[in-house]
């Protein structure tokens, strides 16, 4: 029996040293720490923006019609952006941030994932709203995360460069009730996951060959400043596109 309590007291201790305690720091907010268990290399990070300091668009370029203006806003201990509230009658306010395309962006067959943390009020819904996007379904390939419909049900679409087919994954759950939501998109070797606040939602078998690769910049808020862009309404912070 003292054999077996000093064999579990090691094996505990060998747990604890091998644990991690991670620290998520941005410039003005910092989260607690936690404890994680090691389950990998660190992802790399292609893209990210959380529009805060001296610089806050980084690469991106505010495209605008109507009077629309890139208006940023308290979240947490930092900000974040605000897009234009709907609008049914034309001329409509329009906004989107571009970063023009890079080889970086195309992750062609490689695995990568892709999010953003959003909040959408359920009076703001519409038809279709584009978060994040790069490509376009009838002109190469595309990536995007969008959210849909009157209950703000959000999507991850992959669209490859040698099909017309649009792989779709679409959330069981609404993100469009005034809180804030974290939405990540996860290309698998053939499958298309959709996570909401952590946890998967759906999920899309894709072409283990899918090829993502375009020459179109990386839009979010939008697919263009111009009619019929699917205009996001919400407030947008934490863009992130990374590879494991």
Not at 24 to 44: F, I, K, L, N
Not at 152 to 159: A, D, K, N, Q, R
Request: with cysteine; net charge positive; glycine share 10%.
């Amino acid at each position: 029996m003292r054999f077996f309590r000093r064999f579990l007291v090691t094996a505990l201790l060998i747990a604890l040293s091998t644990a991690v305690a991670v620290t998520v720091r941005r410039p003005g907010r910092t989260v607690p720490a936690v404890w994680m268990m090691p389950s990998g290399p660190p992802a790399v990070t292609i893209a990210r923006y959380g529009f805060e300091g001296a610089h806050p668009w980084a690469d991106l370029t505010p495209f605008t019609r109507n009077g629309a203006r890139a208006r940023r806003i308290p979240h947490g201990d930092g900000v974040a952006v605000r897009f234009p509230a709907p609008c049914h009658r034309e001329p409509c306010r329009r906004m989107i941030l571009r970063a023009l395309s890079r080889p970086a962006l195309n992750p062609g067959r490689a695995l990568f994932s892709f999010g953003a943390t959003v909040r959408l009020s359920p009076r703001d819904t519409t038809d279709g709203q584009n978060v994040l996007q790069k490509g376009y379904a009838a002109e190469g390939s595309q990536y995007k995360l969008q959210i849909d419909g009157l209950a703000g049900h959000p999507s991850c679409v992959l669209v490859g460069e040698d099909s017309r087919a649009i792989h779709v994954a679409v959330a069981d759950v609404g993100v469009a009730d005034g809180a804030w939501h974290a939405i990540s998109c996860r290309r698998g070797r053939d499958t298309l996951t959709i996570l909401v606040d952590g946890a998967p939602r759906a999920g899309a078998r894709i072409p283990a060959a899918l090829r993502i690769d375009n020459a179109m910049s990386l839009n979010l808020g939008g697919k263009s400043a111009h009619g019929d862009n699917d205009q996001f309404h919400g407030a947008l912070d934490d863009v992130w596109i990374t590879k494991p």
